[in-house]
C-alpha cells in the first residue's frame, strides 16, 4: 500500500496528462503517432480516421487519409476524402487536388479546373501547390490535352515570373524541357531546339531527356552525325540519372532505354 501511495502523485499526473488535455491537443497527439507510421498502414489509418472523429471539420487530416488511397490507385475511396479536404480548407488543398488528378489520374481537365479556381481564391499571389506554381502545373496539363498554344502560354509565364523574382538560374529545368516539347510536338522545331539548348545551358550540358530530343530535331533536318553524338550522350546521361521521372507515377513524356535505343537503331 506504501509503495502504491508512493507512485500515486506520478499516477495522477499520467493520467491528467490524457484527460487534461484539449481536444486539439490530444488530436495532435494522435496524428504524431499516426504519422510515426507508413502512410497507408493501417495503424496511420486508424490514427487518422480516429482523429476525424474527434474534429470533421480539420482538412489536413482529410487529405492525409485520403493519400492513403491515393497511393493505391484506389480513386472511388481517394476522392470522398479529398474532397472534404477541399471543401473545408479550399485555399490549401484545392490546387492540391489538381495535382493529384494532374499525376495519379491524368485527368487534365478536371487539374486545370483545379488550379484555376484556386487562382480565383487567391488573386493576390500566384499559388504554388507541391512546391511549383499553378502556371507550371497547368503548363504540364494542358500539354497533356494536346493543346500547344496554351501549354507555350502559360511555361512563358511561369519562367517570365520566375526569372524577374529569382533569376534564371532559379527556374526549374523542366519547364524548359517541357516548353521545348510543346513546340517541338507542335511542329516549331527551332523554338523547340532553343529551349532545349536553354536547358542544357543551365544544367551543366547534363539532361537525357533534352539531348534526346535535340537529337530528334537534329535527325529531321537531315543533320545524322550530329544526332547520333547527342542520342549517345543521352544514353550516357541516362545511365547516370540524368533523366526525367518522378515517384509513384510515370511523368509526362518520360523516355525509357528502349527510346534512345531505337533512335540509336534509326540512326545507324
Known amino acids: 500500500m506504501e509503495k502504491l ?3 500515486y502523485p506520478s499516477i495522477l499526473l499520467i493520467l491528467c496528462i490524457y484527460n487534461c488535455e484539449s481536444k486539439d491537443e490530444e488530436i495532435k497527439r494522435i ?9 497507408g498502414s493501417p495503424t496511420h489509418m486508424n490514427a487518422f480516421a480516429y482523429a476525424l472523429e474527434l474534429d470533421s471539420t480539420n482538412a ?20 470522398p ?9 479550399p485555399v490549401t488543398w484545392q490546387g492540391y487536388r ?11 481537365k478536371k487539374a486545370i479546373a483545379d488550379f484555376n479556381a484556386t487562382d480565383t481564391l487567391t ?8 512546391g511549383h506554381s ?31 523574382e529569382s533569376g534564371e538560374d532559379w527556374v526549374e529545368i ?21 529551349n532545349f539548348n536553354e536547358l542544357l545551358r543551365l544544367f551543366n550540358n547534363i539532361s537525357a531527356d533534352a539531348k534526346y530530343y535535340k537529337a530528334l530535331i537534329l535527325k529531321a533536318k537531315g543533320d545524322l552525325k550530329a544526332a547520333k553524338v547527342h542520342t549517345l550522350d543521352a544514353i550516357e546521361d541516362y545511365n547516370l540519372g540524368y533523366n526525367n521521372s518522378r515517384p509513384y507515377v510515370e511523368t509526362l513524356r518520360q523516355i525509357y532505354p528502349e527510346d534512345l535505343e531505337n533512335l540509336l537503331h534509326s540512326l545507324n
Open 5 to 7: 501511495l508512493k507512485y
Open 31 to 39: 496524428t504524431d503517432y499516426g504519422f510515426s507510421f507508413y502512410q
Open 60 to 79: 489536413e487530416n482529410w487529405r492525409e487519409l485520403s493519400v492513403t488511397y491515393l497511393k493505391r490507385g484506389i480513386p472511388h475511396e481517394w476522392k
Open 81 to 89: 476524402y479529398m474532397d472534404k479536404a477541399v471543401a473545408y480548407d
Open 98 to 108: 489538381g495535382y493529384n488528378y494532374l499525376w495519379f489520374y491524368r485527368d487534365y
Open 123 to 130: 488573386p493576390l499571389y500566384t499559388d504554388a501547390p507541391q
Open 134 to 164: 499553378v502556371d507550371y502545373w497547368r503548363g504540364i496539363a494542358y500539354l497533356g490535352l494536346k493543346d500547344y498554344e496554351n501549354s507555350i502560354k502559360y511555361w512563358d509565364k511561369h519562367i517570365k515570373k520566375e526569372t524577374e
Open 174 to 194: 523542366n519547364a524548359f524541357l517541357y516548353r521545348g516539347i510543346a513546340y517541338y510536338e507542335s511542329g516549331n522545331l527551332d523554338e523547340a531546339l532553343h
